[in-house]
């Protein structure tokens, strides 16, 4: 179902007024306690680290003039790219100039932010603002994950990053594509592969059968977005992070190799030059119909469906091709990694602590949330229970039911992403080894730099302190698959 | 740009006589504010660094008890800074020349008199004035390996798809950064150039030609040792500059894939500001310090532009 | 014949030099070219040579986000800087050039300042500035610009000076004028195009710096160079918004130096050659 532009917004106000009615009824909601605590800041404008691009598209086009409307405050967005966020976040720290109020933090960063004494606890405006009950009810794998550093609030889990496969049921459907697959593999072709030897396969026979009209897969492979896809692909396959006795890391080990070879063999039946491809480009790609299966965010999946491509802020995506045809699965190996995702927080070094506290307690409510997770061109995805359930979003399009219930399954299964002291150092080598994967590198060689990488890190940060955040976020029930 | 009317190279300036009156108030009151400003951004930060690199402060912990020449010692050892300096060097030793030369055959073919020469030399100069950041950004938005035009142009040559990238593999990465860098600062070469050779008297010049030599002959034999002086300073001016390569590959690459075409100054960012590897950071900015500032006196000493 | 053969030569390097034109600007192009594309033009495949209107949306959407203020922050601190550089600088030159304060190793210590890389003195100026709380203030950017420009203001403004005749002045001291009227009555005036020139470069090179600013620039004072920067990576590289700022910056830069041309060669030698 293509939604029309003045449809959304009389969905989205009808929407908000309806909720707010029947919460009002009983007690003040989460968002309306902060508009109303916030007019006391009319007049004046917090800042918002955000990330750069289409994630910012939702406080500089949605929630920022809903706010300023509702409350007075304009909001600042300040757009930082991904690999800046954190070095932005923590030079301000450093700097102490209040140049920030909120921040959008991946919570994989937030215990070394709170070591620093980048972030505010939150416990106190929580009480105040009457929000630990609506906190509640956020998904538990976030809730759970992503808010708390050592049992104190410092961030509020914001959405629901997970990765989702992507197939085209018209494509792997096909029964020419299907019987070529069963003479050239010996079995009946997965509708959806679940693990990554049957998604090389498929993905191969396609590419061959259909001469590349389309190429039986496509993904990003940017760095960034990969080292995400190293951490979950490699513990899908067995691999452990680091000796828990020794802290040495374990990283290239067969599990490893496994991953990057995997990689390498399935460019070859991919799209050239996929090595450079980007979010969006892998989007365009399997948007146009050019690739038949792809990993990625949830997004993917609302913008395959032709949901919300009519929206100006939006122009710039191709037209969905494939609506109707695209199918969502848990990624081959069958845990997801709950990839990036955001919290909200409050910045240490902020002047106006309390406006920004409100600004991000009215965007993290349940009534102001599901509207952000519906926004055609958000980048939020669903993180409440009730956002799955939500009857309003189940409607949006047809196969929005199986859509919502991949996200909700993947949020069970999910692995959360590797939280360390000094994450980032770690994320960077990794980073690093992916690069040079692609610039022709050798595998086994690579896996072997990013351990020695890994391994003067951990000396340089203390192998004893090291060990205990390591072990702290490996009992944790979504660090390994079960 | 007047370079048609005979510009002067300045080698050695007469330095003009002081009047020796009782002005010593006034000239030293006339230099202080420039030398405290100087100093607070000069002196102050280099004192600071020697403090800091002594110690050992890193992102999670303020330790400022003193380490003596602990960074020093790991700095030595540490080969990503070491594949630093040598991509840094690679970077000057392939550009500098390119850039000269380059230069070089630009200012001869402006040289005699054409039509339209001013307009031509007026719109060379951009790439020189262009933020070397954008300049990264630009070349990035052309190398794109889809929608940029470089590929397309290519494949137009050879006939078939062409499908580099640029950005990724390593063959073509350095390419990649030094048609940028090459492409900003030729020109740069180029006006110094033309304008030394604009003020070459002709008559030497004919005098050779008359004696039987070639032009490449009277080139080397008498043009270039007039116009040397120049050819020094810009050398000098852009070799520094490379030195401190940062914009164009921070645009470009980051210095990626890998580490591959990170510079000095690329990795000394990251490890103040990525790494908050402080006092380590100061190490590294001490040796480039003091390495730098030892080529500088002895290279403007040579070019002889103080006198 | 001769006059065959000069036409024949002048057409073919007047060929020559249309193709190295074509070359260096074609990359200047390219950006104006992107800054009125449309999405769909942006990323088209293949490749879209000229956009099919000057359609200004991509330029809008910097003002309706404010993004645009970047420029003016620009603005701001090159603008200032060049006036407190040049003002400071020219003083300095004054003495070193007419009294030789100093000797020549000042006067090299002085130039030396400007060959230190960016990212070295950075590092501790960030750290100074934490405990002066000037980060991400006009100040702190104006301070270090100023800073920094102020051994080119001072080398060049050094041999603009020099160039003024000793004559001039001598007879100005000789009919009662102190040396502070003798500097902005006489020296000032004559050296009026130098100082010109040099303010300029001076604005030039603060207005495209993007190490100083990538550092010690959050939200307030944030300089053009390193806006264009956060459109880069994220889930998108925004080409749209990289090019209409980055042409929103630096055309601005063209226009004033395609004015200035019989400056440039001076400016940019560090007065070496005189242009």
């Known amino acids: 179902m293509l939604l029309r532009r003045r449809d959304f917004h009389a969905l989205a106000m009808g929407a908000s007024a309806t909720a707010l009615l029947s919460r009002r009824a009983l007690a003040a909601s989460a968002a309306a306690t902060a508009v109303e605590a916030a007019k006391q800041y009319s007049g004046e404008e917090i800042t918002i680290v955000w990330e750069a691009g289409l994630q910012s598209l939702d406080p500089l086009n949605f929630s920022g003039p809903k706010w300023k409307e509702a409350t007075g405050i304009s909001v600042k967005v300040i757009e930082v790219a991904t690999a800046e966020m954190f070095t932005k976040i923590l030079q301000e720290h450093r700097a102490g100039s209040g140049a920030y109020d909120a921040l959008n933090v991946i919570p994989a960063w937030m215990p070394d932010l709170v070591r620093a004494g980048a972030l505010e606890p939150l416990d106190p405006f929580v009480d105040k603002y009457g929000y630990r009950e609506e906190l509640q009810e956020i998904a538990p794998v976030y809730r759970d994950n992503q808010m708390t550093v050592g049992g104190t609030i410092y961030g509020f889990p914001d959405d629901g990053d997970v990765f989702v496969l992507y197939y085209r049921t018209d494509v792997l459907g096909d029964p020419a594509i299907q019987a070529a697959f069963k003479a050239a593999k010996g079995y009946d072709l997965p509708v959806p592969p679940t693990t990554w030897e049957q998604f090389y396969d498929v993905a191969s026979v396609i590419t061959e059968t259909t001469g590349g009209k389309p190429f039986g897969a496509g993904q990003f492979r940017e760095a960034p977005y990969m080292q995400f896809m190293f951490q979950e692909r490699f513990r899908n396959e067995g691999g452990r992070f680091f000796d828990p006795q020794t802290m040495k890391a374990t990283v290239n080990g067969p599990a490893g190799l496994k991953t990057f070879q995997g990689w390498l063999a399935e460019n070859k039946v991919m799209p050239k030059g996929v090595e450079t491809w980007g979010f969006v480009e892998n989007l365009a790609a399997f948007l146009q119909g050019d690739t038949a299966m792809t990993v990625s965010w949830p997004p993917y999946g609302r913008w395959a469906a032709g949901y919300g491509t009519d929206e100006a802020a939006l122009a710039w995506v191709p037209r969905s091709q494939i609506a109707g045809k695209v199918g969502y699965a848990m990624p081959p190996g069958g845990h997801p990694q709950l990839a990036a995702g955001f919290s909200l927080c409050v910045s240490s070094s902020s002047k106006k602590k309390e406006a920004a506290y409100l600004f991000i307690q009215w965007l993290n409510s349940q009534e102001v949330s599901l509207q952000r997770v519906q926004l055609p061109f958000a980048l939020r995805d669903p993180f409440r229970d009730s956002h799955f359930a939500s009857e309003e979003y189940r409607n949006r399009w047809p196969e929005a039911p199986q859509y919502l219930a991949a996200l909700q399954a993947g949020a069970v299964n999910g692995l959360l992403d590797l939280s360390l002291i000094q994450t980032d150092r770690y994320e960077e080598a990794l980073r690093q080894g992916i690069s040079k994967l692609w610039a022709g590198g050798d595998p086994q060689g690579i896996l072997d730099e990013i351990a020695a990488q890994w391994d003067s890190i951990t000396e340089r940060i203390g192998v004893d302190k090291q060990r205990a955040a390591y072990e702290e976020w490996a009992s944790k029930p979504n660090a390994y698959p079960a | ?307 | 014949m001769m006059r065959a053969d000069r036409g024949l030569g002048l057409a073919l390097r007047y060929l020559a030099a249309v193709l190295v034109t074509a070359f260096f600007l074609f990359p200047i192009y390219w950006l104006l070219a992107i800054s009125f594309k449309t999405p769909d033009e942006i990323f088209a495949y293949p490749p879209v040579w000229v956009p099919g209107s000057l359609q200004l949306s991509n330029y809008q959407v910097l003002f309706k986000d404010g993004d645009y203020v970047t420029v003016v922050n620009s603005l701001v601190v090159a603008g200032i800087s060049t006036v407190l550089a040049m003002t400071l600088g020219t003083m300095c030159a004054y003495s070193i050039a007419r009294f030789r304060t100093g000797g020549d190793d000042f006067a090299l210590w002085i130039i030396s300042n400007r060959m230190i890389p960016p990212i070295v003195i950075v590092f501790p100026v960030f750290l100074l500035y934490v405990r002066l709380g000037w980060v991400d203030t006009y100040v702190g950017l104006i301070v270090l610009y100023t800073a920094f420009s102020l051994p080119y203001v001072i080398w060049m403004m050094r041999g603009y000076i020099q160039d003024v005749p000793l004559e001039l002045e001598e007879s100005a001291l000789v009919d009662g004028c102190s040396r502070w009227q003798v500097f902005t009555r006489i020296v000032l005036p004559v050296a009026r195009g130098g100082l010109f020139a040099t303010a300029v470069f001076t604005f030039v090179f603060a207005w495209n710096d993007f190490v100083f600013a990538l550092v010690l620039t959050r939200n307030a004072v944030t300089t053009f160079p390193v806006q264009v920067t956060h459109y880069f990576g994220g889930q998108s590289n925004f080409w749209a918004k990289i090019a209409a700022m980055s042409a929103l910056g630096t055309v601005p830069i063209f226009i004033v130096v395609a004015t200035l041309q019989r400056f440039i060669v001076r400016g940019i030698s560090l007065g070496a050659v005189k242009g």
């Open chain 2, 1 to 307: 740009m007047a370079v048609t009317s005979a510009p002067r190279v300045e080698v050695a300036h007469a330095p003009p006589r002081s009047r020796g009156v009782g002005d010593r108030g006034f000239r030293y009151a006339m230099i202080a504010p420039a030398v405290v400003v100087i100093l607070l951004i000069g002196l102050f930060p280099l004192v600071y660094t020697l403090i800091v690199s002594a110690q050992n402060i890193t992102m999670m912990e303020e330790d400022t008890s003193f380490h003596g020449l602990m960074h020093y010692r790991a700095l030595l050892a540490d080969t990503r800074f070491w594949q630093a300096v040598l991509h840094t060097l690679l970077f000057l030793v392939i550009a500098l020349p390119a850039q000269l030369v380059l230069g070089l055959l630009l200012a001869l073919l402006f040289l005699e008199r054409m039509p339209g020469k001013q307009v031509f030399v007026a719109l060379l100069v951009l790439p020189v004035v262009t933020s070397p950041i954008i300049a990264g950004a630009l070349w990035r938005l052309l190398f794109d390996n889809r929608f940029g035009p470089i590929n397309q142009i290519l494949s137009w040559l050879v006939g078939g798809e062409v499908t580099i990238l640029w950005t990724v593999n390593p063959g073509f990465v350095y390419p990649a950064i030094l048609i940028a860098e090459i492409w900003q600062w030729t020109p740069f070469m180029f006006l110094l150039l033309l304008a030394a050779l604009a003020s070459v008297d002709q008559s030497l010049t004919e005098a050779a030609k008359l004696d039987g030599a070639g032009f490449w002959t009277t080139f080397f034999r008498v043009t270039l040792p007039i116009i040397k002086p120049v050819v020094w300073i810009a050398l000098l001016i852009r070799g520094l500059d490379l030195f401190r390569l940062f914009d164009v590959v921070w645009g470009l690459t980051q210095g990626g894939p890998g580490t591959m075409t990170e510079t000095v100054s690329i990795y000394a960012y990251v490890l103040a500001f990525k790494q908050f590897e402080t006092s380590y950071a100061a190490a590294l900015a001490v040796v480039i310090i003091v390495l730098l500032s030892a080529a500088v006196m002895w290279a403007l000493r040579r070019v002889e532009i103080a006198r």
